[in-house]
């Protein structure tokens, strides 16, 4: 059974950062790209950024040079580091696992995590 688990998110004021975690059972996680998406209220799901099986990395334009992702084929786990966070980042963020994807292109795959809060707030 495959299960995804975020961790990591909670409240911060603008500017502040936080490290999303996704940590991966049930798959062969070494062999799966992996992406993170979010969901803000009103809005529809979005792709924030993936990895690749080998650690090649994509980036929602908008997004690149204030969040990192990353992965640690050691602890079945892939992370998303968010810097400089803004009011329009409050959202819950999804981890999933085995999407395809072709240049900067991500298709996500049948695997979702249950999702985690990250609010920005002043």
């Known amino acids: 059974q495959v299960q995804l688990v975020e961790s990591g998110g909670g409240l911060v004021e603008p500017g502040g950062s936080l490290r999303l975690s996704c940590a991966a059972s049930g798959i062969n996680f070494n062999f799966n790209a992996m992406g993170w998406y979010r969901q803000a209220p009103g809005k529809e799901r979005e792709l924030v950024a993936f990895?690749?099986?080998?650690?090649?990395?994509n980036y929602a334009y908008s997004l690149k040079g204030r969040f990192t992702i990353s992965r640690d084929n050691a602890k079945n786990t892939t992370y998303l580091q968010m810097n400089s966070l803004k009011f329009e980042d409050t959202a819950v963020y999804y981890c999933?696992?085995?999407?395809?994807?072709?240049?900067?292109?991500?298709?996500?795959?049948?695997?979702w995590g249950q999702g985690t809060q990250v609010t920005v707030s002043s």
């Open positions: 990895i690749t099986s080998g650690g090649a990395t």
């Open positions: 999933n696992a085995g999407g395809r994807y072709r240049d900067t292109r991500y298709s996500p795959g049948d695997y």
